[in-house]
């Protein structure tokens, strides 16, 4: 008999600068998620579609597990407990090479869940935590691949039989804009420094084909909550700027596979982490 379809939901969990964009692209087999080496760069959760001979397995990437401070933190912690409701399988992605085992908030989180944990410690061995069952611990490594394949596979056994929830050729159900914004706020990530990416929100007002040039126009703003942030992503004549945009379609020119046209400008919006319709505006909204 020919074995039933699976497909099911799994969330990828864990504190920040874990590993777990830097996993979901990994499993996924492209950059679906921004990446990198500061805490706290996933705000949102991203989705990742990985379409398998026999299944579908849709990961979840999530903002890192910490104390929430602000509108903007309370809406970050929110999205996790979110991406944990009716899931099939979680993974609590774990930085082995950190040393910290995970704290009795995670912990406890985990518990009110009914779905299988696994605990994947990236970067690293780890000594086995006793204060959880986790039904397996696999050692991997999201930035060279270790084990993943292994992790793959036992995620696949615990779906249910269930056909797709998406087409087999959709890579993730978020909208290109997103995309374009997170590759755009990546990029200023690697790029500046202290709080002025932490204060970055993009918003991009024009996403368009232009079959007579054969290129992507893309039109964004960026937003931050001081002028001398604005001044800073700017920088001398614009240079920063131009750092920023050149770097940002690089980047999308790959993932697209055609010539992009990316203008941005800048813009303050004060205190837009702590205002609620601002913070709807950019697109910060709980889903089910």
């Given at each position: 008999?020919?074995?039933?379809f699976?497909?099911?939901?799994?969330?990828?969990?864990?504190?920040?600068?874990?590993?777990?964009?830097t996993?979901l692209?990994?499993?996924?087999?492209?950059?679906?998620?921004i990446?990198?080496?500061?805490?706290?760069t996933?705000?949102?959760?991203?989705?990742?579609i990985?379409?398998?001979?026999?299944?579908?397995?849709?990961?979840?990437?999530?903002?890192?597990?910490?104390?929430?401070?602000?509108?903007l933190?309370e809406?970050?912690?929110r999205?996790?407990?979110?991406?944990?409701?009716d899931v099939?399988?979680?993974c609590l992605?774990?930085?082995?090479?950190?040393?910290?085992?995970?704290?009795a908030?995670?912990?406890?989180?985990?518990?009110?869940?009914?779905?299988?944990?696994?605990?994947?410690?990236?970067?690293?061995?780890?000594v086995?935590?006793?204060?959880?069952?986790?039904?397996?611990?696999?050692?991997i490594?999201?930035?060279d691949?270790?084990?993943c394949?292994?992790?793959?596979?036992?995620?696949?056994?615990?779906?249910?039989?269930?056909?797709?929830?998406?087409?087999?050729?959709?890579?993730?159900?978020q909208?290109?804009?997103?995309?374009?914004?997170?590759?755009?706020r990546?990029?200023?990530?690697?790029?500046?420094?202290?709080?002025?990416?932490?204060?970055?929100?993009?918003?991009v007002?024009?996403?368009v084909?232009?079959?007579?040039?054969?290129?992507l126009?893309?039109?964004a703003?960026?937003?931050?909550?001081?002028?001398?942030?604005?001044a800073?992503l700017?920088?001398?004549?614009?240079?920063?700027?131009?750092?920023?945009?050149?770097?940002?379609?690089?980047?999308?020119?790959?993932?697209?596979?055609?010539?992009?046209?990316?203008?941005?400008?800048?813009?303050?919006?004060?205190?837009w982490?702590?205002?609620?319709?601002a913070?709807?505006e950019?697109g910060?909204?709980?889903?089910?």
């Amino acid at each position: 008999m020919t074995p039933p379809f699976r497909a099911g939901f799994v969330s990828l969990v864990g504190r920040p600068n874990a590993g777990k964009s830097t996993l979901l692209n990994r499993l996924c087999g492209e950059k679906l998620a921004i990446v990198s080496p500061r805490p706290q760069t996933t705000r949102n959760r991203i989705t990742g579609i990985k379409n398998l001979p026999g299944a579908q397995v849709v990961f979840v990437d999530t903002p890192g597990l910490h104390d929430p401070s602000g509108r903007l933190g309370e809406f970050m912690a929110r999205t996790v407990e979110r991406a944990l409701e009716d899931v099939d399988v979680a993974c609590l992605v774990v930085d082995a090479a950190a040393g910290r085992p995970p704290d009795a908030g995670t912990l406890e989180l985990l518990e009110r869940i009914q779905a299988p944990v696994f605990c994947c410690l990236n970067k690293a061995d780890l000594v086995r935590q006793a204060a959880y069952r986790f039904p397996e611990i696999l050692p991997i490594s999201a930035a060279d691949g270790t084990n993943c394949d292994r992790l793959l596979d036992r995620i696949v056994e615990l779906l249910p039989a269930h056909p797709a929830f998406f087409s087999t050729d959709t890579l993730t159900d978020q909208p290109e804009t997103f995309y374009v914004a997170e590759v755009i706020r990546e990029q200023i990530f690697h790029l500046t420094r202290e709080e002025v990416p932490y204060a970055t929100a993009v918003r991009v007002e024009e996403l368009v084909e232009r079959e007579r040039s054969e290129c992507l126009y893309i039109r964004a703003l960026i937003f931050v909550e001081h002028e001398s942030q604005k001044a800073i992503l700017i920088g001398r004549g614009g240079s920063m700027q131009k750092r920023i945009g050149t770097a940002a379609r690089r980047e999308l020119e790959a993932f697209f596979g055609v010539k992009v046209f990316l203008q941005l400008s800048v813009a303050v919006r004060r205190a837009w982490r702590k205002d609620e319709r601002a913070l709807r505006e950019f697109g910060f909204l709980l889903t089910s």
